[in-house]
C-alpha cells in the first residue's frame, strides 16, 4: 500500500505536468500576429507622431504604444546592424547624436528596402515600441503599398 505522501507527490506531480502542458499550448506557443497584415490604427506623418511623443510621451504611449500605425516621412538615415535594416528618421541633433523615429523592418522586407535612397519619401507602418527619451522607435516594419 502506498504512503500517504507518496500519493500527494504524485498529484502534484501530475498537476504540475497538465500545468506545464497548457502554459505551452496557450501561452508560449499561441500563434504571432502578422504584423504586414495587420491594419494600422491611424496615418500620420513622422514628424507629427515625433512631436506628439516630445510633448508629452505619456499622453502618446496612451495612443499609440503596441499599435500599428502608419507612417510617412522623408529618410534621414539607412543602416543594417546585426542583420536588421533600420530606417530612421532624424529631427534634432541631441547630445548622444541624432534624435527622431527609428524603424526596423521585418526580415522578408529587406529585399525592397534595399532599393530605398536617404531623402526618399516613404510610407511604412510598423509597430509602437515606445520612447526612449531620444529617439520613438517601430518595429515590424513593411511597406505599405500605393
Not at 68 to 90: A, M, P, R
Not at 123 to 137: A, E, P, R, S, V
Amino acid at each position: 500500500m502506498m504512503s500517504k505522501w507518496f500519493k500527494i507527490i504524485l498529484i502534484l506531480l501530475a498537476l504540475g505536468t497538465l500545468t506545464a502542458a497548457l502554459v505551452f499550448k496557450f501561452v508560449y506557443n499561441k500563434p504571432h500576429p502578422d504584423f504586414e497584415e495587420e491594419q494600422a490604427i491611424c496615418s500620420l506623418e513622422v514628424e507629427e507622431i515625433y512631436d506628439s511623443y516630445k510633448k508629452n510621451h505619456v499622453l502618446a504611449d496612451e495612443k499609440y504604444l503596441g499599435q500599428v500605425v502608419e507612417l510617412k516621412g522623408e529618410i534621414s538615415t539607412i543602416e543594417e546592424n546585426d542583420g536588421l535594416l533600420i530606417v530612421s528618421f532624424v529631427f534634432e541633433e541631441g547630445m548622444f547624436g541624432d534624435e527622431g523615429v527609428r524603424c526596423t523592418f521585418l526580415d522578408n522586407q529587406k529585399q525592397d528596402a534595399s532599393l530605398l535612397k536617404v531623402g526618399e519619401h516613404i510610407i511604412l507602418k510598423g509597430y509602437c515600441t515606445g520612447y526612449n527619451d531620444t529617439d520613438l522607435i517601430f518595429e515590424k516594419c513593411s511597406f505599405v503599398k500605393n
